[in-house]
């Protein structure tokens, strides 16, 4: 057979080889959506949410108010929030090899973390830096994050407390109640480059403060049946744009939530 029969056979199957793949992908993605929406809901405020500025998105998601249909995260996404973990599994390797002493988890397999409020506010972290060759403050809470190139260059330019205040909240939250007030050691890694960022930050005792306080709010709000202030005076503000709870929040008013 020539090559060029062979190649022309190939291409005469390419719709039937892509209806095969278009229905490969439909299977996985279905399966994605299935394996989130099988996780158990967070019962608990998470450090690495109370950094946003809207309360009562915060609030909704302890109580637990489904989000938006429309709204929901997309398999991608999902995807993409996966492939963060893998990328944090990776950096968490390439420090310890090159002499961290870097630790994530306790002799009996847990993740580091705090829990207060009869564990209605709760932390993870990803790990604690006891040691090292390089001449810094031990130990320092590690942070770890991956960004597309464009956020990544932010990282770089601006620092996290600027570009994103979420994250430096969740620093100054880890940093407050696990005792770590050495400077963290907050590191991005570039998803489109593999280039790897890395900021010392020093503890904000003044947000840790604050954001300890917005959560106390909020399970206060809870506790008497309240729904707390929206973050704007319209639906079309950026933020709730692209919030989960736009429809409930905004279209169908309070009397849709349950407390």
Known sequence: MSLTKLIWQT????????????????????????????????????????????????????????????????????????????IEDMAHGWLYNAGFDLKSSDKNGKQYGFSIADDKIKGHIDGVICGGSVDMEYPALWECKSANDKSFN????????????????????????????????????????????????????????????????ILKAVEHNEILPRIAVNSDYFACKRCEFRKKCWELGNESITI
């Open 154 to 217: 932010e990282f770089v330019r601006k620092g996290v407390s600027e570009v994103n205040p979420i994250y430096a909240a969740q620093i100054a939250l880890y940093q407050a109640y696990m005792d770590l007030s050495n400077p963290a050691l907050f590191t991005v890694v570039n998803k489109n480059t593999c280039d790897i960022y890395f900021e010392l930050v020093p503890f904000n005792k003044m947000l840790a403060q604050q954001v300890s306080d917005k959560a106390v709010d």
């Open 11 to 86: 291409s005469g199957s390419n719709t039937k080889t892509n209806d095969v793949c278009d229905k490969i992908l439909s299977v996985i993605d279905n399966s994605i959506q299935e394996q989130n929406n099988k996780k158990e809901k967070r019962k608990y405020l998470g450090a690495s949410s109370l950094g946003d500025p809207c309360s009562r998105k915060i609030q909704y998601r302890y109580m637990g108010v489904e989000p938006d249909a429309k709204n929901q995260f997309s398999s991608k996404v999902l995807r993409i929030f996966e492939f963060g973990h893998v």
